[in-house]
T-cell receptor, first 112, second 115 residues
Framework: GQSLEQPSEVTAVEGAIVQINCTYQ??????LSWYQQHDGGAPTFLSY????GLEETGRFSSFLSRSDSYGYLLLQELQMKDSASYFC?????????????FGGGTRVLVKP | ETGVTQTPRHLVMGMTNKKSLKCEQH?????MYWYKQSAKKPLELMFV???????ENNSVPSRFSPECPNSSHLFLHLHTLQPEDSALYLC??????????????FGPGTRLTVL
């Protein structure tokens, strides 16, 4: 089976940098995805890492270390609209298609 | 708008009722998913369909019955539910084995309350 661990909550101020860590245990691994979900909204895709290293997309970056079964999402220049829950998800190589197993989510609260 | 719609957005039902949730995707995807999201718990995958065929049933109780008549539509039929089934039910779609890996497109969800 798969299990993912991420912190439950992080609080930061506008303009700050937040790093959300995700560690995973899985019997097979294809890649690590990150999703954002605002209260009352649907999860939306942010990034996907299949290889080691850092992927940058605007203010958000995602990192993966396959040897450490570890990844993180970096939120830079935080804005109030970044207040949301962030989920890491593992794509399992044994599964058909794009099956994902999600972590419990990290609630990010951005304060003025 | 993600191209995935769900109806109804809110549903209140008694334990003896029968109701259905509907999901439709306008993205040309061939894989569709049902998830359950409860407070303080991870998103739980319930069912996966690839090209209308069910490829995953994550030990879901039989009171939840999925139906996928074509690659664009997915239903979740509900009967004799329990109060602990109250949750947000999310539908998602993806290109399956092709397309952007690790990316699924979610609908807005149906907030279900079982009395």
């Amino acid at each position: 089976g798969q299990s993912l661990e991420q912190p439950s909550e992080v609080t930061a101020v506008e303009g700050a940098i937040v790093q959300i860590n995700c560690t995973y245990q899985t019997s097979g691994f294809y890649g690590l995805s990150w999703y954002q979900q605002h209260d009352g909204g649907a999860p939306t895709f942010l990034s996907y890492n299949a290889l080691d290293g850092l992927e940058e997309t605007g203010r958000f970056s995602s990192f993966l270390s396959r040897s450490d079964s570890y990844g993180y999402l970096l939120l830079q220049e935080l804005q109030m609209k970044d207040s949301a829950s962030y989920f890491c998800a593992v794509r399992d190589w044994q599964a058909a298609g794009n099956k994902l197993t999600f972590g419990g989510g990290t609630r990010v609260l951005v304060k003025p | 708008e993600t191209g995935v719609t769900q109806t109804p957005r809110h549903l209140v039902m008694g334990m003896t009722n029968k109701k259905s949730l509907k999901c439709e995707q306008h993205l040309g995807h061939n894989a569709m998913y049902w998830y359950k999201q409860s407070a303080k718990k991870p998103l739980e995958l319930m069912f996966v369909y690839n090209f209308k065929e069910q490829t995953e049933n994550n030990s879901v109780p039989s009171r939840f019955s999925p139906e996928c008549p074509n690659s664009s539509h997915l239903f979740l039929h509900l009967h004799t539910l329990q109060p602990e089934d109250s949750a947000l039910y999310l539908c998602a779609s993806s290109l399956g084995t092709s397309g952007s890996p690790g990316e699924q497109f979610f609908g807005p969800g149906t907030r279900l309350t079982v009395l």
